[in-house]
């Protein structure tokens, strides 16, 4: 699993011109499934994602969690993370997850964050989405599971 972490003041998603989500403060995380992630994986992000200290104390250090602030999580499925960019200049998916495994993974990713008392939003799985937000920070983080697992 690949995810893009935002540290975020607000953000809201819209779909066919209807708000579907909005949060103030908090997370904005986009999260690729690719193949043969499993529960390792899904573990292990879930884990990262709750405990990830990207909001600043009153020292102004990042060395808070959205978990310690009770802040809120939006999530968004984005399968253009798993891209393959080796070969050319047309991205290749190839490395991303069947759309049913990957929903899968993604509806327990947010179920498993909720399990962590997190107010979690998310887009709609497959939608195409208008996602808007306003980068605190600017703090950016890219979290692969892959690469933290070896």
């Known amino acids: 699993m690949r995810a893009i972490l935002q540290r975020v003041v607000d953000a809201t998603i ?3 011109n209807e708000l579907v ?3 103030p403060q908090g997370l904005l995380v986009y999260l690729g499934v690719e193949r043969d992630d499993g529960e390792k994986e899904l573990n292990y992000m879930v884990r990262k994602v709750g405990q990830m200290r990207l909001f600043s104390d009153e020292d102004g250090k990042m060395n808070l969690s959205v978990s310690q602030l009770g ?3 939006m999530v968004v499925s984005q399968f253009t993370l798993c891209a393959d960019l080796n070969k050319g ?3 290749s998916f190839n ?3 069947e759309p049913d ?3 899968s993974l993604y509806e327990q990713f947010i179920e ?4 962590l008392n997190l107010a979690v939003v998310s887009g709609i799985f497959g939608a195409s989405m208008q996602v808007s937000y306003t980068n605190e920070g600017p703090v ?3 979290l692969d599971s892959r690469e933290n697992l070896k």
Do not use: C, F, M
């Open 14 to 16: 819209v779909v066919n």
């Open 140 to 142: 950016t983080i890219i």
């Open 71 to 73: 802040q809120s999580v």
């Open 89 to 91: 200049n047309r991205p």
């Open 95 to 97: 490395p991303a997850a």
């Open 112 to 115: 498993k964050l909720k399990e």
């Open 101 to 103: 495994v990957a929903r």
């Open 21 to 23: 989500a909005s949060i």
